[in-house]
């Protein structure tokens, strides 16, 4: 089982191939010499990038994204006063990133990424059933052979095959 099934060396190849910029930058970070160790996904070959690596980037990203959208709004709210970067707190980020998941959510390298704001439960999440040809061989890439959930926004399209 998996919840970055879309974030697989293969997937972020077909993505950045679409012109998809959000995976295709992903792509482009997680292979440069100077961010993780190793590089994931270079030249076809090397490891992959790992189930923790998209979802921990998705959630930073989603921050970073909650604090911006904040922060350019206080700032722009009150043009007379030197803007106070204390002001960000807490409290204030909870509740842009509440705003922006009630605005669809956030579209994330391994999926849509979006939750009931009452529970904080995931919404409909991307989940795949991988497999691979023979278990002993660790280079092997699991391929998807079922999915349940939304990839990038939409109406859920249920679970279907791979």
Same mark, same amino acid.
């Given at each position: 089982? #998996?919840?970055?099934?879309?974030?697989?060396?293969?997937?972020?190849?077909?993505?950045?191939?679409?012109?998809?910029?959000?995976?295709g #930058?992903?792509?482009?970070?997680?292979?440069?010499?100077?961010?993780?160790?190793?590089?994931?996904?270079?030249?076809?070959?090397?490891?992959?990038?790992?189930?923790?690596v998209?979802?921990?980037?998705?959630?930073?990203?989603?921050?970073?994204?909650?604090?911006? #959208?904040?922060?350019?709004?206080?700032?722009?709210?009150?043009?007379?006063?030197?803007?106070?970067?204390?002001?960000?707190?807490?409290?204030?980020?909870?509740?842009?990133?509440?705003?922006?998941?009630?605005?669809g959510?956030?579209p994330?390298?391994a999926?849509?990424?979006?939750?009931?704001?009452? #529970?904080?439960?995931?919404?409909?999440?991307?989940?795949?059933?991988?497999?691979?040809?023979?278990?002993?061989?660790?280079?092997?890439?699991?391929?998807?052979?079922?999915?349940?959930?939304?990839?990038?926004?939409?109406?859920?399209?249920?679970?279907?095959?791979?």
């Amino acid at each position: 089982m #998996s919840k970055a099934a879309l974030a697989t060396c293969t997937a972020l190849r077909a993505a950045q191939a679409r012109r998809d910029d959000a995976r295709g #930058s992903f792509l482009t970070w997680i292979g440069a010499d100077d961010l993780l160790d190793p590089p994931r996904c270079r030249d076809g070959a090397g490891p992959r990038v790992g189930e923790r690596v998209s979802l921990a980037y998705d959630a930073s990203m989603m921050m970073v994204r909650a604090l911006e #959208s904040l922060a350019a709004r206080l700032r722009h709210a009150d043009t007379g006063r030197r803007w106070d970067p204390r002001s960000v707190n807490p409290v204030g980020v909870h509740a842009e990133v509440l705003r922006q998941n009630a605005a669809g959510g956030y579209p994330g390298v391994a999926g849509l990424i979006r939750y009931a704001p009452d #529970s904080g439960e995931p919404i409909a999440k991307r989940l795949a059933l991988l497999t691979v040809a023979r278990v002993p061989d660790v280079a092997a890439e699991p391929v998807e052979v079922f999915h349940c959930g939304v990839a990038d926004g939409g109406p859920d399209p249920g679970c279907r095959t791979g």
